[in-house]
């Protein structure tokens, strides 16, 4: 019985990490096109 618990322990750990690594992903992707759009309209601002 022990050792369901610990391999289930893991498994919601792993989980837990992957899904945070996919949300700092997800919002680093955010951030990242953010940052690219104020800096073209920044630069569209400069040109015109």
Same mark, same amino acid.
């Given at each position: 019985m022990c050792w /369901?618990? &610990?391999c289930s322990? /893991? +498994?919601l750990v792993s989980? +837990?990490? &992957? %899904? %945070?690594?996919? @949300? @700092?992903? +997800?919002?680093?992707a955010i951030l990242? /096109?953010?940052t690219t759009l104020a800096v073209?309209?920044?630069a569209a601002a400069v040109l015109h």
């Open positions: /369901v618990m &610990r322990a /893991v +498994f989980g +837990f990490c &992957r %899904l %945070l690594v996919f @949300a @700092a992903e +997800f919002l680093g990242w /096109v953010q073209f309209s920044c």
